[in-house]
């Protein structure tokens, strides 16, 4: 075996830079009903050097099945932040990744997993939060969850079966996470790593533009006052194709409470 060669098998360690970009990272299971299937999601972090761990749920997160299943990984069950709703998850972040088994007709970007983390990479290097959203065993996330995520990764799996068990889904994109940063050490990827980006208006951010556009199109008699839902669907399945920075964000809120003001 040449030097090169054995030189990719040996154990990857990261440096200080990667493992600041893994902690800027989270994953957020959005209401997994298996309490072993949490344990084994925070085994399959842990083992590739990831740690932060957020569960939408109302159900306690450490059981005895969550325990077994975590193996050595029980320090990232009992740090677990539990929030209740998706948005709660997503406070403080700039750029969503959310998972799907399916290529639905969806809104967003689709990616396969390392194209789609390479963009996450580029958004936590400019030291923005990032999320990894997966979704429920039985049905995963809902169109509306989806909504919210700035990019879609599909893992191109059999076609004719390509539902992979919730944590087996977050072993294979946080091993594709610690192999983008090991390649990036090892040059593969040029010397500059991962493309810089303008800086992305946080999730809150986008929220209260949405809220604050709602608003302003019930006042001006555009959505009429029973009407809710599909409207702001589409406009947010527009402003997600725009994939604006925070200062194009900005101008068009400023753009919106001229209008207002007139
Ligand atoms: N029946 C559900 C499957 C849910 S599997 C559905 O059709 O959506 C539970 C979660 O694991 C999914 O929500 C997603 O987060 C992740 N997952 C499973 N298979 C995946 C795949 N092929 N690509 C990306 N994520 C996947």
């Not at 200080?16 to 072993?36: C, I, K, Q, Y």
């Not at 750029?95 to 580029?122: H, K, N, W």
């Not at 090892?186 to 790593?193: A, D, L, N, R």
Request: glycine share 8%; with cysteine; charged share 25%.
């Amino acid at each position: 075996m040449s030097d090169t060669v054995q030189e990719q098998f040996v154990p990857g360690t990261l440096g200080a830079d990667s493992m600041r970009l893994l902690n800027l990272v989270r994953v957020v299971l959005v209401e997994p009903t298996h309490p072993g299937n949490i344990g084994s999601a925070a085994r399959a972090m842990k083992t590739m050097g990831l740690c932060r761990l957020t569960v939408v749920t109302d159900r306690p997160v450490v059981t005895p099945e969550s325990e077994a299943l975590s193996g050595g990984a029980f320090d990232v069950v009992q740090k677990i932040t539990v929030v209740s709703s998706l948005d709660e998850a997503l406070r403080d972040v700039s750029f969503v990744a959310g998972t799907s088994a399916r290529i639905r007709a969806l809104d967003r970007p689709l990616y396969q997993p390392r194209e789609g983390l390479s963009r996450v990479f580029s958004h936590t290097g400019n030291g923005e939060e990032a999320a990894l959203v997966f979704g429920r065993e039985s049905s995963g996330l809902t169109n509306d969850e989806l909504s919210k995520c700035d990019i879609h990764i599909n893992i191109d799996a059999n076609p004719e079966y390509s539902s992979l068990n919730l944590a087996m889904s977050v072993q294979v994109l946080t091993y594709e996470m610690r192999q983008l940063l090991l390649r990036r050490r090892q040059g593969v990827q040029g010397k500059s790593g991962f493309a810089e980006e303008p800086l992305k208006p946080e999730h809150r951010q986008w929220e209260s533009f949405y809220a604050f556009l709602e608003d302003s199109l019930r006042q001006s008699g555009f959505i009429k006052p029973d009407v809710n839902g599909t409207i702001m669907e589409q406009l947010r399945h527009i402003m997600g194709k725009a994939d604006l920075t925070n200062h194009e964000l900005q101008i068009l809120y400023g753009v919106m409470a001229s209008l207002r003001r007139h």
